[in-house]
């Protein structure tokens, strides 16, 4: 089977990882809301996805913050990224290669962000292919979907995949996830609350 899987709260808890965000923001006197780039800064980006680290730069700038009050302790964070992962994550990975699976990365957000964040993580061993998206996980071009499996947490792309005529579409509903209080309006989408629990499934 080939498989294609979401890393933020599907692989990586990213509710965790933000609390940490919060608590940098905190330290230099800056509340929640500045994880959400201000009209001003968005439109100095070219609307284009930001990362942190030009995020925090930006907010540096707008706030008269030292850059290094924020980007010391985004840095520290990055690199023990991997205390992160779901502890069900690298169990999973290991199953399905060693099931003889094809297993893909299929991650939507800032490239270079996105590809730093597996990076620190470790897992990057574990796929045959990484792919960085920065447009609908649904819309493009060089997936074979009709004959692969997607797992994801995001309603969008769990129904647009589904409409694509994906081979099959499984939800992950983790805690605390971005998604988890949303229903789907598709009910012949699977639905597991951790990737330990589709295990078994896939076993049995």
Known sequence: MKYYIDFDYTLFDTFKFREELYKILKQNNLDESFL????????SNGGKLLNLENLFKAISKEQNIPEENLLKPLRELMKRINKYLYNDTLDFLKFLKDNGDEVNLLSWGDKEFQKEKVCNSGIEKYFDNIIYAEELKFTLSDIDYENSTFIDDSII????????KAFKVIRIRRKNGKYSDK?????????????????EKIKN
């Open 157 to 164: 792309d769990l129904e647009g995949l589904y409409n694509r």
């Open 36 to 43: 959400k780039p201000t009209p001003e800064i968005a439109k």
């Open 183 to 199: 229903e789907l309006t598709i009910p012949e989408i699977e639905e597991y609350t951790t990737l330990r629990e589709l295990q």
